[in-house]
């Protein structure tokens, strides 16, 4: 009986040899759509603030005639709860129809809502499968009272699901395990393909958009057994356009890959007849892509080095266009906040979604990935002007 890897083996050859990894034509002509057609932002995007807006208004209505007054933090705290119960009728990515499994883990109408503190900014990140919301967040307000100011409510998020990768044939989606280990899959794992014997850069590619806002991930590198080599790992961003994985040693931040940016660490240990680099041999870690004053390059990045178990934070903020690393290490920070700047083609005058990207070179190794609140650093300490 041929074992799980094996079987992942086949189906990549027979089946999956077009899953290098690029948005698809469909993909792609589903997010023009989302950029250009003012009904469809309305359905993907302010639709929730309008559905939350309106049930907090009532609600809010409701209270004010009450015979005795309510606090306005009690109305607030009041309005946000039912908010939270009575919001179930939003519709969010949960899977395609026809017995398709679900697109992020979840069923339809299974979502969470969750309220944060202060203001900050707010974000909608659509699912690269079925181009419905995953995550979206805003600030609703409530009807003004009488002779008086709105009342401003807290941020609320509304997230369908957890984050995952797309398929792609240079990568399993399971949880990290040793050949010959029966396999669990998961779409939030990614394994670099146990049956490469080349060691050389493949990226696999987050299955949702971010559109605008900031997003953050936590990318926990599970496992760099990296054999006898340094670890290597790269993390980035990429456009619907970048052709990803269309050459060997395929990584964001290396060798200015059209539409995508990121950082990149590979070893300069031994060479081998059976490695190809994406960094040049006197380069250990580099970050790269086109910046905000549209030059192109690969810069060397000399205080950047990794671990098996570290978690690389990774931001990304399409409105800003700007692409956030932070690493940590067993729960604290180590090193500097780096912080990289894009410059991307608008699509039909509007500035292209982007995706997290993550490479591995390395048979076996592997990462987790998770979808983060957003980061709680403050507006003017987010710019991307101050990348270095």
């Known amino acids: ?62 209270l004010r005639q009450l015979e005795v007054a309510l606090p306005p933090e009690l109305v607030t705290a009041i309005v946000e709860r039912a908010a939270s119960v009575e919001s179930a009728d939003l519709t969010l990515c949960g899977g395609g129809g026809g017995g398709d499994p679900p697109c992020h883990g979840l069923r339809r109408h299974h979502h969470a809502i969750q309220w944060g503190a202060g203001g900050g900014s707010t974000a909608l990140v659509t699912c690269a499968r079925c181009a419905q919301v995953v995550t979206a967040s805003y600030i609703p307000r409530v009807l003004p009272e009488t002779g008086g100011g709105w009342y401003a409510l807290r941020k609320v998020t509304v997230t369908a699901g957890e984050a995952s990768f797309k398929q792609c044939r240079h990568f399993m989606l399971e949880q990290a395990g040793n050949v010959g280990e029966r396999s669990t899959p998961d779409p939030s794992c990614a394994v670099r393909h146990r049956y490469s014997g080349l060691h050389s850069f493949r990226t696999v590619v987050a299955s949702e958009w971010v559109l605008r806002g900031r997003v953050s991930y936590e990318v926990e590198l599970a496992r760099l057994c990296s054999l ?45 007849f059976h490695e190809i680099r994406a960094l040049s041999q006197s380069q250990r870690a580099s970050r790269g892509g086109r910046t905000s004053g549209g030059e192109w390059g690969v810069w060397e990045e000399p205080d950047l080095e990794v671990r098996s178990g570290d978690v690389l934070v990774v931001t990304i903020d399409a409105t800003r266009r700007a692409l956030g ?32 990207a993550v490479g591995l070179k390395y048979a076996n190794d592997s990462i987790r990935l998770t979808r983060k609140e957003a980061t709680g650093r403050a507006e003017r300490d987010w710019e991307p002007g101050a990348a270095g």
């Open 228 to 272: 006898s080599a340094p670890p290597a790992v790269a993390v980035g961003c990429v456009t619907p356009t970048c052709n990803v994985n269309s050459d060997t040693a395929w990584a964001p931040g290396s060798r200015c890959w059209e539409g995508a940016w990121g950082f990149c660490v590979e070893g300069t240990g031994a060479s081998t």
């Open 1 to 62: 009986m041929l074992g799980d890897g094996m079987m992942h083996a086949i189906i990549s050859m027979l089946g999956g040899g077009s899953l290098e990894g690029p948005a698809t034509e469909d993909e792609r002509a589903s997010l023009s759509t989302l950029l250009q057609s003012e009904s469809a932002a309305s359905i993907n995007g302010a639709r929730f603030r309008e559905i939350l807006a309106v049930h907090c208004a009532r609600l809010a209505a409701l």
């Open 325 to 356: 690393l932070q690493m940590t290490r067993h729960g604290a920070a180590v090193g500097t906040a780096r912080l990289l700047p894009l410059n991307t083609e608008p699509v039909e005058g509007e500035e292209e979604p982007l995706a997290l």
